[in-house]
Nanobody, 125 residues
Framework: QVQLVESGGGLVQAGGSLRLSCAAS????????MGWFRQAPGKERECLAT????????TYADSVKGRFTISRDNAKNTVYLQMNSLKPEDTAVYYC??????????????????WGQGTQVTVSS
């Protein structure tokens, strides 16, 4: 079992940057593909980025491609989401998730096994 704890959210002006972190418990972090998701009020949970177990492969949603970067440090049991050029429409609760089996590029929330509690990101105009 994996426990995930996100941090790094907050209030930022449009055009600014934030770096989210997701710390995982346990010694099996490297066996999980990881993803970052977000959910705004009244909207479905959206997959933003995924990363393979070794960190060598990534995918991005069109809405964040070129602005967000996912990375991981398996020695620190942590996955990151660097967010640049933030827009008001990026305002949402951001979640990290872990997937124990299957391909790293899965984007459906119900294909992920473990979730963090979420961290709020608010972008003011």
């Amino acid at each position: 079992q994996v426990q995930l704890v996100e941090s790094g959210g907050g209030l930022v002006q449009a055009g600014g940057s934030l770096r989210l972190s997701c710390a995982a418990s346990g010694r099996t972090f490297r066996t999980y593909a990881m993803g970052w998701f977000r959910q705004a009020p009244g909207k479905e949970r959206e997959c933003l980025a995924t990363i393979s177990r070794g960190g060598g492969s990534t995918t991005y949603a069109d809405s964040v491609k070129g602005r967000f970067t996912i990375s991981r440090d398996n020695a620190k049991n942590t996955v990151y989401l660097q967010m640049n050029s933030l827009k008001p429409e990026d305002t949402a609760v951001y979640y990290c998730a872990a997937r124990g089996s299957g391909d790293y590029y899965a984007t459906l929330p119900n294909t992920y096994d473990y979730w963090g509690q979420g961290t709020q990101v608010t972008v003011s105009s």
